[in-house]
Structure formats: C-alpha cells, structure tokens
C-alpha cells in the first residue's frame, strides 16, 4: 500500500517502507533511544535490535484518507524516564512527517520492546 500525493506536475506515490525507513531513521536519533524493535514477538525476553536497513520491520504504517497512524516498537536505555522518552520520539516523528513529507499525522503510538544498559556508561 502506497501513499499518493497529486501536484500539478502529476502524482508521488511514496510507499510504507519509506515512511517507515524515513520515521525509524528519525527516531533512533533521539535520547534514550537504543534502537527499534521487530514488531514480531518477543522471544525469550529479548527484543531484537534493528539495523538502519531493516527499520521497517519496527514500525507499522497505516493510512486511512490519507491520515496516517504510525506504531513503533522501540529499545529504550536503561535510567531514562520512558514517558518522556516516548513523547520526545512522538513529537520528533509528526514533525519530520509533517514537515519532510507533508503528510498528516493522526497518531504516533511508541510501543516499548526493551529496556538496555548502554555498555560505555557503566562505573569502570
């Protein structure tokens, strides 16, 4: 499923992944992010950390008269106050939506996967 836009230059057609690759790549630049997370299960209490190329597998796009609603499952550090984290990634994604791409943002519903101790912040 891909979203269309119309100019008058003709129509873009710019399809979930995009979208998905585009609010990953985002997402992932904010505090307290660690990564994205595959939607999937989680199995034995371990989430998956997504690579940069595979950021799709983390989020769902879905759009209803061309409003969108993105769910996305994140990896957040350890000692971060999660809601604060949560609605950092919220707001940065319906901006870069907004404003990148001009589309219109109903919902952006964060799903945490996992909580993880960054390694390089541990007393030695």
């Known amino acids: 499923m891909a979203l269309e836009i119309k100019n008058e ?5 710019i399809s979930n992944e995009v979208i998905a690759s585009v609010v990953g790549g985002k997402a992932v630049e904010c505090y307290g992010i660690v990564g994205m997370a595959s939607r999937q299960q989680v199995r034995d209490g371990i989430a998956e950390i997504l690579g940069h190329e595979n950021y799709a597998r983390g989020i769902v796009v879905r759009e209803n008269d061309d409003v969108l609603d993105i769910d996305m499952y994140i990896i957040v550090s350890y000692g971060v106050k999660i809601s604060e984290v949560a609605q950092n990634v919220q707001a ?4 870069t939506l907004e404003h990148t791409l001009k589309l219109t943002v109903n919902s952006v519903n964060i799903f945490v ?4 101790f960054d390694h390089d912040t541990k007393d030695k």
């Open 9 to 13: 230059y003709g129509s873009i057609d």
């Open 92 to 95: 940065t994604v319906k901006y």
């Open 113 to 116: 996967q996992g909580v993880r």
